[in-house]
């Protein structure tokens, strides 16, 4: 496969992933639970390497989605059970096991060949570079494989929670009296965020994991309120920042990551302009009237 094109695919599937998860975060003030993850999963990586002794994909993903499904249930206790509120939770969390990884990956440093710049940074350019293949036969790049699964997964999972998630987002009260289970609801989009950034760290690095679960969704957020819309210009703009970005380090040959989450802030800023135009002409028309 062209390389250009895996990259762009790759970009994109992640993008949109993130871009409809990000919705619900934002809609329920939570937005940092992206980036608690992605540097919590740290202690998961050098635990998983020391004890395997591998740097196989498969292996760092299953130590990576264990610490980050228990760092989300951790978040959940510390909200829920303990009332500890949801920025302190969060940031403990993250802070805490992200502190123990590096702590590990020093004390272990003469057995584990870990560099924790690639888990923050990552580099999507590799991403053609890095072959799934078996019995000598090349089935593309790893990383599309498992960002279309990815893809899959999160329509497939908001189609189906599409009611519950919608409820407990906007009225988690009123969720609850109509019998709708809110922290059910709560742990699995936490444990969906938690999925989507340990698939997506190893290719585009946990910091543009964090712009691409927040910038789209925020976004989109100033222009429309309604959920369906709301998911709908999220994705498109998830899509038009990891293929922009995609073009403009192309063009002035930069990092692709620094590229996209720079066009996403762009998206930001026009979406903002655009708010307060049409905030100014309602005003206007008020005084006039």
Excluded at 33 to 44: F, R, T, W
Excluded at 70 to 85: D, H, M, P, Y
Excluded at 226 to 236: G, R, T
Excluded at 260 to 281: A, D, E, M, R, Y
Aim: proline share 2%.
């Amino acid at each position: 496969m062209n390389p250009t094109l895996s990259i762009a695919l790759v970009a994109s599937f992640i993008g949109v992933s993130c871009a409809l998860l990000g919705v619900f975060l934002v809609l329920r003030k939570m937005t940092m639970v992206g980036d608690a993850i992605s540097h919590a999963v740290l202690p998961g990586i050098a635990i998983a390497y020391w004890l395997s002794q591998s740097r196989a994909s498969l292996v760092m993903f299953v130590g990576a989605a264990i610490v980050g499904v228990g760092a989300t249930v951790i978040i959940e206790l510390l909200r829920k059970k303990l009332r500890v509120q949801s920025d302190a939770s969060i940031g403990m969390t993250f802070t805490s096991l992200f502190a123990l990884g590096v702590v590990l990956i020093t004390f272990w440093s003469d057995s584990v060949d870990l560099d924790q710049e690639c888990v923050l940074y990552g580099e999507i350019a590799y991403v053609p570079f890095n072959l799934w293949i078996i019995n000598g036969t090349s089935y593309g790049p790893i990383a599309l494989w498992s960002s279309s699964v990815l893809f899959l997964v999160v329509l497939v999972y908001l189609i189906i929670g599409y009611k519950g998630l919608k409820m407990t987002s906007f009225n988690e009260d009123y969720a609850m009296v109509l019998g709708i289970s809110a922290g059910l609801w709560n742990l699995s989009l936490m444990s969906m965020v938690s999925l989507a950034t340990v698939v997506s760290f190893e290719s585009v690095g946990a910091i543009l994991v964090v712009a691409l679960l927040v910038a789209p969704a925020a976004s989109a957020y100033l222009l429309v309120q309604k959920l369906k819309p709301l998911l709908i210009l999220s994705a498109v703009y998830g899509l038009l920042g990891a293929l922009g970005g995609y073009g403009l380090s192309k063009l002035i040959e930069t990092s692709i990551a620094g590229s996209i989450t720079t066009v996403l802030g762009i998206l930001f800023l026009f979406s903002l302009v655009i708010q307060i135009t049409i905030k100014t002409k309602k005003t206007v028309h008020a005084l006039e009237s």
